[in-house]
């Protein structure tokens, strides 16, 4: 079995993490939970910020660092992006919403409500990703071949003339 040089290697994970939306969109919302977690320490444990002040600073910022990078980094958006941040707010409005609800839910049931806190942050990762991608973030260029810049995700029809995986289709 040939052997793959790191480099060959290297460059092989590039290209599947520049043309994947998934692992962009789960790397950057690791790197905003950390973000949240580390200043809410930071905050809270260095400074002696209380935490009624210290959580949603915390949050507020990994939310501006998570919206800013999903729509440069992950989505590469081209629409406006004041319309982006209106249609984000109101998803993080609606997450929140839920996420209480999920957890106050369990909680009720006599389950913990950390699993509660699990299952909502599943839960919001999945609609998550396809609000982003299909409304959120959406693209205003028109699609070309599958498998491009465009739209890594869009499935091939004969011709070459690509489908945009759409939800619920």
């Known amino acids: ?20 939306y998934l692992l ?23 400074f ?3 935490l009624w002040l210290a959580t949603p ?9 998570n919206f800013l990078l999903q729509r440069i980094f992950t989505f590469k958006a081209t629409n406006r992006s004041h319309a982006s941040f209106i249609r984000y707010a109101i998803l993080v409005a609606f997450n929140t919403l839920a996420t209480d609800l999920i957890v106050n839910t369990f909680a009720n049931l006599e389950l913990t409500y950390t699993a509660g806190k699990v299952v909502a942050t599943a839960l919001t990762m999945v609609w998550n990703f396809y609000l982003y991608k299909y409304w959120i973030f959406r693209s205003d260029r028109q699609p070309t071949q599958a ?9 091939p029809q004969q011709g070459g003339v690509e489908a945009p995986i759409t939800p619920g289709k």
Do not use: C
């Open 24 to 46: 962009k969109f789960l790397l950057v919302g690791g790197l905003s939970f950390a973000i949240d977690l580390a200043l809410l320490v930071v905050l809270h444990e260095v």
């Open 48 to 50: 002696g910020v209380g």
């Open 57 to 65: 600073v915390a949050f507020l910022t990994s939310l501006i660092f």
């Open 1 to 20: 079995m040939p052997q793959q040089s790191p480099t060959t290697g290297r460059r092989s994970l590039v290209a599947i993490l520049d043309n994947s």
């Open 147 to 155: 498998g491009t810049e465009n739209d890594p995700d869009a499935v």
